[in-house]
């Protein structure tokens, strides 16, 4: 069994700052890729930002340099450091990661119960 845990989401106004932790535990052999996607009211869920075990990053077009993820492989750790909020923004993230199980063969998609993130004054 592994587990995504999120925390850190809540109502922030525009203009704000706020920073998203997940932590992975469990049944872990190792984790690649660790990453935070969100899901707006009535749109499909997208990719917010990702990064690797060596530390290689993407981002959406649409936060790039108001958000930065990065990543403590020791603890399993991801954080979203979310700047320059804007309602846009507004949305549960979701943390993902694609991990090798201890006991078992091939890659798996884990994904956390998602934190609400409402951008609002």
């Known amino acids: 069994q592994v587990q995504l845990v999120e925390s850190g989401g809540g109502l922030v106004q525009p203009g704000g700052s706020l920073t998203l932790t997940c932590a992975a535990s469990?049944?872990?052999?190792?984790?690649?890729?660790m990453g935070w996607y969100r899901q707006a009211p009535g749109k499909q869920r997208e990719l917010v930002a990702d990064?690797?075990?060596?530390?290689?990053?993407n981002y959406a077009d649409s936060v790039k340099g108001r958000f930065t993820i990065s990543r403590d492989n020791a603890k399993n750790t991801v954080w979203l450091q979310m700047n320059s909020l804007e309602p846009e923004d507004t949305a549960v993230y979701y943390c993902?990661?694609?991990?090798?199980?201890?006991?078992?063969?091939?890659?798996?998609?884990?994904w956390g119960q998602g934190t609400q993130v409402p951008v609002s004054s």
């Open positions: 993902n990661a694609t991990l090798r199980r201890l006991g078992r063969l091939g890659s798996f998609s884990s």
């Open positions: 469990g049944s872990i052999f190792s984790i690649n890729a």
């Open positions: 990064i690797t075990s060596g530390g290689t990053t």
